[in-house]
């Protein structure tokens, strides 16, 4: 197993890359006949968007289905509706639902487990307040993962190294499995240009991942967090073995992302992909260290 199989999910349609429908679904079929398709996770979808598929669906020249991951920002009363209404050449692998506040986690859960059927997976967003520490006790007795957001359109969204860090270490101790999402558009720690957002890696938050399955306690983590040395952060990671890749991914599950490109630009510059992840991609963006 490769550290980055199946680990970009095309997150194309939600901030800030807003893209069509029509163009999300083109360019994730373009992205699973190139070689970076086994590093390419499911397409990314608000629940909203599924009666529009039948219309925005390009054709497809082969018999694959498409795979999607549903999100449901208001909890889980629409799952159940979702998942009993199939749409032929569609395959749900996942669902991704906030926990309502008038909701406990427990009844969350409950409700997800009568209705999910065991082939798709679960991911229950933690809320930034003291409801966290309900649902993670929750989550682990069900197998089903948590989802982190790791930024937004705004600088509150976006937890700092000692949150995100309590959270990873939290997450560890009771064996659930998380993936992040928003604001991990670089794959170290970094400054956004644009907006001077302080944006989390997602190579950092792996190696953090990696220390807390060892044993670090928060401050080693939170450093890791917080590293911004490009080619020594990428060193620890040439340097996994197979052991290490399979026990940090079995926590650290996937992030969604608007840009699949953007990831694989920086790992490719770091000497951790192939050149070939980029095939067919016209240019290559900035500088990691940006």
């Known amino acids: 197993m490769s ?25 994730h079929h373009e992205h699973g006949r190139l070689p970076r398709s086994r590093y390419v996770g499911p397409l990314v979808l608000p629940v909203a968007a599924v009666p529009e598929l039948n219309n925005d669906r390009p054709a497809m020249p082969d018999s694959r289905p498409l795979t999607v991951a549903l999100t449901f920002g208001d909890g889980p009363s629409a799952v159940e509706a979702a998942l009993s209404r199939p749409i032929p050449g569609l395959r749900i692998v996942a669902v991704e639902v906030a926990l309502p506040p008038n909701i406990s986690a427990a009844r969350t859960l409950s409700m997800l487990e009568k209705t999910v059927p065991p082939d798709v997976g679960v991911f229950v967003e933690l809320p930034r307040d003291s409801r966290r520490y309900d649902l993670i006790d929750a989550l682990r007795a069900t197998g089903y993962c948590a989802k982190i957001r790791t930024g937004g359109v705004t600088a509150g969204e976006y937890p700092d190294e000692l949150g ?64 911004r040395d490009a080619n020594a952060l990428a060193r620890q990671l040439i340097g996994a073995v197979d052991e290490q890749v399979v026990l940090t991914r079995r926590v650290f599950r996937s992030l969604g992302t608007c840009s699949v490109i953007e990831p694989l630009e920086d790992l490719v510059a770091l000497g951790l992909l192939p050149a070939d992840a980029l095939d067919d991609v016209v240019a290559v963006s900035g500088s990691i260290n940006d």
């Open 164 to 227: 995100l860090g309590a959270t990873i270490i939290d997450l560890v101790a009771v064996g659930v499995s998380f993936k992040a999402t928003a604001g991990l558009h670089r794959a170290i720690r970094n400054t956004d240009p644009r907006n001077g957002f302080e944006q989390h890696g997602f190579l950092n938050i792996m190696l953090a991942v990696s220390a807390a399955v060892d044993g670090a306690d928060t401050a080693d983590v939170v450093e890791i967090l917080g590293a």
């Open 3 to 27: 550290l980055f199989d199946g680990f970009f999910d095309d997150a194309a349609v939600f901030p800030p890359g807003n893209a069509p429908l029509s163009r999300a679904l083109c360019e």
